[in-house]
């Protein structure tokens, strides 16, 4: 199979294998089957979560590329067509990374040849609106580079929620969502619900109230639809655990009780028996400069049972890590509990895992659910190893590696290191330390992400050349833990720049995590010349001069983060992610834009999903789930669109 299926702007599509499908027992398949059916049927509510605005965009964008009578072989059709792709990309009409909003590439007066050429008898407006009205309240918000500029903004300047244009909050300020769960938090203990996670807030008649999401409730409907596939679903379960969460979990959509989330996310870190496994409901909270709000997604999956060798030999010596780690005993787990490990093949992408997919999860988010029970951890397989296929020879390793022994050590251990750093990331990074009584990791405010990522980040990087690898049989030598180290440092000192439009500093937690850990690593040890910036034909380049001293440096750092974290220290996180991971350096930047224009090549990549079909007898049992990889990107956003459109694009219903 073909993995590239095509570029537009700085985007390109992929598509992943789903390798063994067809050799999985009918009862396994009819299970993925109904619970991909879930993953999907809530996309709307992603999309409307990001921008009030979005359904309605999107409804207007694709009903013109359907039905519009022009020429279509213009250049400006396939200007508007690369737009039309980058909002299904970005599940709206702001950058699915940057977060600002993505420019029309087009003039409104080809948007306005564009409505007055298509039909539009069949399409429906919200009610008691005038459609001129419509169209122009949808012209001004597509064109008007002042409404709805960055969905998420993390300037501590400025109040985070009246410069951020999700939908999570409406005419509420910073100060007072602040101030109302935590209250709801201070009422409580330890072991408190995670306020907010699934309502939007919102203040009417001066009064703050929620609007839970819930059956019934805000996205009732696209809620109604994943019930009814999760209740397919459960004639097909594995085991009674499987059993029990779903319906949990169904309860939980039911009602909106986030105990009954806590609840079902218990049964899910315990039942590790099940090949299938699946994440579906409001999970992380990226998508909240507040970090309160979760974000829809979903993914169904099934265990690649020899490559969760590895993952395990981590799980099972998770104690030996957390006892091994250089950071403080007092934030350190004397038992840890509960983790365990596997790595899968993704089986379908829903939500906010789709077109762009995390390469690893660790779940769930609930920091006391976690230290009491534990975590499950991924690592995507089929999806590391899409990204792998298509590196291959692209250019972009030979353009930006200093060494030709740094481009053969990549080629020989990169994608075992990379994966390995994942495992290590996700299984115990996430995992490992702890929290003082009383601190709330929402302490932290809109910079706990960062920190979070950060701290996962180092974990992996300080033992991925730890002897105690090679003894566990993870790693063939210490090369592997090199060709990391060279990777994560070319990326989060030069590389990742090429996603930054020029003039612009870093604004995705991932992202200036990334840089944090580089630039600090890299001040820290300029006086021993651990890292450097070498120059060749006016070309920079990233050099380690000592292995050994740069592992040490992130066990420093390592150390600090977490003391950081547990001790919930807001203004020393604050110091750290603005003074590292933020600013960018003009002049460097500038030379990357220009070497990676050349080589031509989009900097972010997201996924098709396969098609899955299911056969059933004549009497309507199933008989058999056909998967193919023919559909091409257009029609598989149109079909989504038609075919789990749930919700209304008026958004304030």
């Not at 109904?34 to 605005?53: E, M, P, T, V």
């Not at 299984?427 to 302490?443: M, P």
Request: glycine content about 6%; charged content about 25%.
């Amino acid at each position: 199979m073909n993995v590239f299926v095509e570029k537009f702007a700085d985007l390109k599509i992929l598509r992943y294998s789903v390798p063994g499908f067809e050799n999985l027992d009918l009862k396994k398949k009819i299970y993925i089957y109904y619970l991909s059916q879930a993953a999907l049927s809530g996309r709307d509510i992603l999309w409307d979560q990001n921008n009030k605005n979005n359904l309605a965009i999107r409804s207007v964008l694709e009903n013109i590329w359907k039905t519009y009578k022009g020429k279509r072989d213009t250049q400006d059709f396939k200007l508007f067509e690369i737009y039309l792709k980058r909002v299904w990309f970005s599940n709206g009409i702001h950058h699915h990374y940057s977060t600002e909003k993505i420019p029309a590439g087009f003039s409104v007066s080809y948007f306005d040849e564009l409505i007055d050429r298509s039909k539009w008898w069949s399409f429906k407006i919200p009610s008691g609106v005038k459609f001129k009205a419509f169209i122009a309240e949808i012209r001004d918000i597509i064109f008007n580079p002042e409404r709805e500029k960055k969905r998420v903004s993390l300037d501590s300047e400025k109040d985070l929620l009246h410069s951020s244009s999700n939908n999570y909050y409406h005419d509420v300020e910073q100060s007072e969502a602040e101030k109302f769960y935590g209250d709801l938090k201070a009422s409580v203990g330890k072991e408190s619900v995670s306020f907010g996670l699934n309502s939007t807030l919102v203040k009417e008649s001066g009064q703050l109230s929620e609007k839970v999401w819930k059956l019934g409730g805000k996205y009732g409907k696209a809620i109604e639809q994943i019930i009814f596939w999760l209740n397919q679903a459960l004639n097909y379960t594995e085991n009674d655990l499987q059993k029990k969460y779903i319906g949990t979990l169904i309860q939980y959509y039911t009602t909106g009780d986030l105990a009954l989330f806590d609840e079902y996310s218990i049964d899910w870190v315990k039942e590790l028996s099940g090949e299938v496994d699946f994440v579906n409901g409001f999970i992380e909270v990226y998508g909240d400069p507040l970090g309160i709000k979760g974000s829809w997604e979903s993914i169904v999956n099934y265990k690649d049972t020899e490559a969760t060798k590895r993952a395990t030999i981590l799980s099972e010596n998770a104690q030996w890590f957390e006892d091994h780690s250089p950071v403080d005993p007092e934030f350190k787990k004397t038992e840890v509990k509960g983790v365990s490990a596997k790595v899968i093949n993704v089986a379908i992408l829903g939500g906010d895992c789709y077109p762009a997919t995390p390469i690893g999860i660790n779940l769930p988010n609930s920091e006391w659910i976690r230290e009491k029970y534990g975590s499950k951890s991924v690592t995507i397989e089929n999806i590391t190893q899409a990204y792998f296929l298509d590196s291959m020879n692209n250019g972009m390793l030979e353009e930006f590696a200093g060494s030709m022994e740094e481009i053969e050590r990549a080629k020989k251990f990169g994608y075992l290191a990379g994966n390995l750093h994942t495992d290590l990331h996700e299984c115990l990074g996430h995992g490992s330390g702890k929290v003082k009584d009383g601190v709330n990791t929402e302490a932290l405010k809109n910079y706990y992400s960062t920190i979070e990522e950060t701290r996962a980040d180092l974990f992996a990087l300080y033992y991925i050349m730890d002897e105690q690898l090679i003894k566990l049989g993870l790693v063939p030598s210490p090369e592997a833990a090199k060709a990391e180290f060279d990777a994560y440092l070319r990326n989060g000192l030069i590389t990742q720049l090429t996603r930054i439009e020029q003039g612009k500093n870093i604004e995705e937690s991932h992202m200036r995590n990334r840089q944090l850990i580089s630039c600090w690593v890299f001040e820290a040890g300029k006086a021993q010349n651990v890292v450097e910036f070498i120059y060749s034909d006016g070309k920079t380049f990233v050099r380690i001069n000592d292995y050994q001293a740069l592992r040490i440096l992130f066990g420093k750092l390592l150390k600090e983060v977490q003391r950081i974290k547990s001790e919930g220290d807001l203004e020393a996180a604050r110091n750290l992610v603005e003074n590292f991971g933020v600013k960018v350096d003009r002049q460097l930047h500038e030379e990357i834009l220009v070497r990676f224009k050349k080589i031509d090549i989009a900097p972010y990549a997201g996924f098709l999903n396969p098609v899955y079909e299911l056969k059933t007898w004549p009497c309507g049992t199933p008989n058999d789930v056909l998967i193919r990889y023919d559909e091409d990107y257009i029609s598989q956003m149109l079909r989504y669109s038609k075919e789990f459109g749930f919700l209304p694009i008026d958004s304030n219903r």
